[in-house]
């Protein structure tokens, strides 16, 4: 008899993000005892840069795509001008697309486009999914 599946958690934003800020608390601990680890502080500040521009590319690319939240919609979260928005978020489909080189995504579409053409099957249209 096998034991019964446990329900799949799901973590909240909120409490994602309150993770998170204990963890950068202690960081700052270990940071205070031993300044050589600064430099980690330094990593994940550019981590979560990153991370913030990918994201408002995604949420852009989305808004484009009729989703729940329009350009002005996500300006004013920001609290920033729409010219603003679409500098961050051309910065940010720049990280994606490098992100996307990084991980071979680009060349497996080629493949895969390649592929379908010599065996003269058309290409289907992919419902496009935030990556």
Known sequence: MTAPRRAKRVTEPAELAANLARFFNRLEDHAAD???NLVLIDEL???LRQAKLR???R???AAKEGGDY???HIAGILGIRKQSLHELMRKGQT???AQRTR???VVLRDRRRARLAEAGVPERAI???AV
Do not use: F, K, W
Request: charged residues 25%.
């Open 34 to 36: 031993d300044p050589a």
């Open 70 to 72: 329009s350009i002005n």
């Open 127 to 129: 419902e496009r999914r």
């Open 95 to 97: 990280l994606l697309e």
């Open 45 to 47: 500040t550019e981590t």
């Open 59 to 61: 949420a852009a690319s």
């Open 55 to 57: 994201a408002i590319a």
């Open 103 to 105: 991980l071979g995504v």
